[in-house]
T-cell receptor, first 115, second 116 residues
């Protein structure tokens, strides 16, 4: 069975702090895809990143970075020098890769960045 | 560029009333389309997905149904709403065709439904 766990329900930080959002997944598939989405207060989910199971290279995009470790089944997301605009709910999701767009979402982490 | 629209943005309906939520996508052809529900507690649950006109797959048994009368139109319906149908409904699309599921999904702005 597929499962995504985001153990952190809520995180609060002060602006300019670094923050890491954890994501642990379960799957028996050898091919799968991992995603992060951001949901600002407006409600619309914004795609951040996609990673396939064969690419364990970490990725950096501006203040965002992602650490994918198959050995621990984790795909963590770090925001460096957080800003108030980063406040949102962040979702990690898993796609098996063998079915059409069947995304398994974690329950999300509410990040609040205080000025 | 592609855009996805949902309406209405908010809806308050009495228990037992019918429901129709609409989603349309512009700027792409033959997309895969999805309906999700986000209940209190923030988790997203896939309700339906469609790979083409008239082709609907249901993920969970429920009080809702979906239809795809046109290539870029996806409708979520109910004949009689329940209190438990309250939530935030999101439509999404991804590139269609023989995808392995690797393509990201792009979400609409959502409809907030309150059933009283």
């Amino acid at each position: 069975a597929q499962k995504v766990t985001q153990a952190q329900t809520e995180i609060s930080v002060v602006e300019k702090e670094d923050v890491t959002l954890d994501c642990v997944y379960e799957t028996r598939d050898t091919t799968y895809y991992l995603f992060w989405y951001k949901q600002p207060p407006s409600g619309e989910l914004v795609f951040l990143i996609r990673r396939n199971s064969f690419d364990e290279q970490n990725e950096i995009s501006g203040r965002y970075s992602w650490n994918f470790q198959k050995s621990t089944s984790s795909f963590n997301f770090t925001i460096t020098a957080s800003q108030v605009v980063d406040s949102a709910v962040y979702f990690c999701a898993l796609d098996r890769g063998s079915t059409l767009g069947r995304l398994y979402f974690g329950r999300g982490t509410q990040l609040t960045v205080w000025p | 560029s592609q855009t996805i629209h949902q309406w209405p943005a908010t809806l308050v309906q009495p228990v037992g009333s019918p429901l129709s939520l609409e989603c349309t996508v512009e700027g792409t052809s033959n997309p895969n389309l999805y309906w999700y529900r986000q209940a209190a507690g923030r988790g997203l649950q896939l309700l339906f997905y469609s790979v083409g006109i008239g082709q609907i797959s249901s993920e969970v048994p429920q009080n809702l149904s979906a239809s795809r009368p046109q290539d870029r139109q996806f409708i979520l319906s109910s004949k009689k709403l329940l209190l438990s149908d309250s939530g935030f409904y999101l439509c999404a699309w991804s590139v269609g065709g023989l995808t392995s599921g690797s393509d990201e999904q792009f979400f609409g702005p959502g409809t907030r439904l309150t059933v009283l």
